[in-house]
């Protein structure tokens, strides 16, 4: 039970204080600056998952974003609510409050800092001065509808408000705070769940072939083939590690990996070490390069188009002299060399799962809320923001920017909502 038994009433209560909640609660405060607004949260101190994304420097959003940013729910839902707060206007937003932005390769846009303290300080800090009241260590355990009111208890006290968000993020990271709790406050008021799984997260490999290159990245293709589904193609960096395999076009791929087991369906990874070139276009390369230097050794005819460690292994893997010249390569040798540089199985054993995971993917269905509006189709009053919703977006801003997004378009219509 709680210690405090009396109970506090509020216009509005939030549950949960990551980017998501934040946003919305200062966005519904600035519309109506009378209103009690509480925000609650389990942990001691917010933002935490603010502070150790983007390696600490915040990618906050993208120059470009789109709806085939994302995997997961209805694209056109997707659509409408990004399109009612663009990634411009959270610059501009972030601007207001503060945080001067920049963008760099790929579109990712960062605090001028390159700091991620800088953009929670500056959330927390237009919180305080809006009056919005931020309970910590009020980790919300039960929400009850009573008639038009809901009662949330929490390990502190219980609150009763007209209206609830749910901002309380995924599975990922949980330490953070994200340990899927929301997802049963969500079905205790109606909701059905989407299987959740890890999202950009690494992947853990079986086999040598990883292990004497940790620390080396190369520009690759991957190709995804999923049993029953069309080949994806993700192109981006590949950095080799002790456990397999991370970077971006990993971390985009680990989603789609956990899909095909979460199905039980058959998926191969494969990478091209020579993104833009087919196995044919490849081997003409190589053909002309033999030509050209006939007596360079095949190790640094190779070294000239992926990087010389990737290249060692490689040729170790395939029992091939790294001296062996160039223009004595032997058919065979140099076509089996083309195929492993075009299309090298990726040995998926498992990924590093959500304690390193960025994002979740499935929870609650697109077509349980009103994307007008970010309310519960299940239970009247109820809004759903951010990740606890089924929408995951590749890497590169676009989760913050879906926080950003489904906040305003809750905020605007819990600010016009009579009670």
Avoid at 33 to 61: H, M, Q, Y
Avoid at 118 to 130: H, M, P, S
Avoid at 242 to 255: T, Y
Wanted: aromatic share 6%; charged share 20%; with cysteine.
């Amino acid at each position: 039970m709680p210690s405090d038994q009396g109970k506090s009433v509020a216009d509005i209560a939030l549950v949960g204080g990551g980017a998501a909640g934040l946003a919305t609660a200062v966005f519904v405060a600035r519309r109506q600056p009378e209103w009690e607004v509480f925000l609650l949260d389990g942990a001691k101190k917010l933002g935490a998952k603010i502070l150790i994304s983007g390696g600490g420097r915040c990618n906050v959003t993208n120059d470009i974003v789109t709806a085939d940013d994302f995997w997961g729910g209805s694209r056109n839902v997707i659509r409408r609510v990004l399109a009612t707060f663009t990634a411009k206007e959270t610059v501009e937003f972030f601007r207001e409050i503060g945080v001067a932005m920049h963008v760099e390769p790929g579109g990712k846009i960062f605090p001028d800092t390159n700091k991620a303290r800088t953009v929670l300080d500056a959330l927390l800090r237009e919180a305080n001065q809006l009056g919005i009241k931020i309970l910590t260590e009020h980790r919300v355990t039960q929400i009850a509808r009573r008639n038009d009111r809901f009662e949330l208890t929490t390990t502190a006290r219980v609150l009763s408000a007209p209206r609830v968000v749910l901002a309380t993020g995924g599975r990922s990271v949980p330490k953070t705070g994200s340990d899927g709790t929301g997802y049963r406050l969500a079905e205790s008021l109606g909701h059905s769940l989407i299987p959740q799984t890890p999202a950009l997260v690494g992947l853990i490999l079986d086999g040598e072939f990883h292990s004497p290159l940790t620390g080396v990245a190369q520009e690759v293709e991957l190709t995804i083939r999923v049993e029953g589904d069309k080949p994806q193609r993700l192109s981006g960096p590949l950095l080799w590690t002790h456990f397999g395999a991370s970077g971006p076009v990993v971390l985009n791929a680990s989603r789609h990996w956990h899909a095909a087991q979460l199905q039980n369906h058959s998926i191969r990874i494969s990478i091209n070490m020579l993104p833009g070139d087919s196995f044919e276009s490849a081997d003409r390369r190589m053909i002309d390069l033999a030509a050209a230097q006939p007596r360079s050794a095949i190790h640094n005819t190779l070294a000239t188009l992926i990087p010389a460690r990737v290249a060692d292994v490689l040729l170790k893997s395939l029992a091939i002299n790294p001296q062996q010249p160039t223009g004595q390569l032997t058919q065979e040798s140099r076509r089996k060399l083309v195929r492993a540089m075009t299309d090298l199985p990726l040995p998926v054993r498992d990924s590093r799962g959500y304690q390193f995971a960025e994002v979740t993917t499935g929870g609650v269905p697109l077509d349980e809320i009103n994307s007008a509006t970010m309310e519960s189709r299940k239970c009247p009053g109820l809004y759903l923001v951010g990740e606890i919703l089924d929408v995951d977006g590749r890497i590169g801003g676009f989760n913050f920017q879906w926080a950003w997004s489904s906040a305003w378009v809750a905020a605007l219509a819990i600010a016009a909502s009579k009670f």
